[in-house]
């Protein structure tokens, strides 16, 4: 139980395009989902949290206009890289937060590796 | 600001070895702590979890860690490795002030086991 995928695990773009990374919760709810960031050889660095029909919370630094957050449905996140650019190369990774039962536990996606051209 | 410190960023053990990795987090208020494990070109993983009660919790894989409140520390330990330990090591905390909501994350322990 409580599996969370990705999607694509790998995507490669050009500079200046946007891309869209899909998290999905595939066997429960999940009210809120979390969007990491790791750079290699680097730990995890929460960059935004989103609450099901709720507008997203970035942390401090991140662009909220480059990086579009939405949270339609209980079981789906995306995470839109908009113009990206080399910098924004690293390893994108989602969690969700289960709707009932211990609240206190994330359970993380693969991970989508975005290497910009 | 919460910040999770892990002090051995690189560990290279024989099998059968003990291992000790230790975490320290600064926030004084109410915590639950965590240690993910993320093996080779896998996703994170739960290894265990701390939120009350017994401070040496045990998780999967022979792994245990003992949380000491007045240290803010929540070492793992395992007794004897084996080699398909081989992983990257998160420790990671998530605080009462937060609603729990925000897990910060330790920079990494990266294991090597060699047989």
């Known amino acids: 139980g409580a599996v969370v995928s990705q999607h694509p695990s790998r995507v490669i773009c050009k500079s200046g395009t946007s891309v869209k990374i899909e998290c999905r919760s595939l066997?429960?709810?999940?009210?809120?989902m979390f969007w990491y960031r790791q750079f290699p050889k680097q730990s995890l660095m929460l960059m935004a949290t989103s609450n099901e029909g709720s507008k997203a919370t970035y942390e401090q630094g991140v662009e909220k206009d480059k990086f579009l957050i939405n949270h339609a449905s209980l079981t789906l996140s995306t995470l839109t890289v908009t113009s990206a650019h080399p910098e924004d190369s690293s390893f994108y990774i989602c969690?969700?937060?289960?709707?009932?039962?211990?609240?206190?536990?994330?359970?993380f996606g693969p991970g989508t590796r975005l290497t910009v051209t | 600001a919460q910040s999770v410190s892990q002090h051995n960023h690189h560990v290279i053990l024989s099998e059968a070895a003990s291992l000790e990795l230790g975490c320290n987090y600064s926030y004084g208020g109410t915590v639950n702590l965590f240690w993910y494990v993320q093996y080779p070109g896998q996703h994170l993983q739960l290894l265990l979890k701390y939120f009350s009660g017994d401070p040496l919790v045990k998780g999967i894989k022979g792994f245990e860690a003992e949380f000491i409140k007045s240290k803010f520390s929540f070492n793992l330990r395992k007794p004897s490795v084996q080699w398909s330990d081989t992983a990257e090591y998160f420790c990671?905390?998530?605080?009462?002030?937060?609603?729990?909501?925000?897990?910060?994350f330790g920079t990494g322990t990266r294991l090597l086991v060699s047989p």
């Open positions: 969690s969700a937060k289960t709707a009932s039962g211990v609240s206190y536990e994330q359970y």
């Open positions: 990671a905390v998530n605080a009462l002030n937060t609603g729990f909501q925000k897990l910060v």
């Open positions: 066997d429960f709810q999940a009210t809120t």
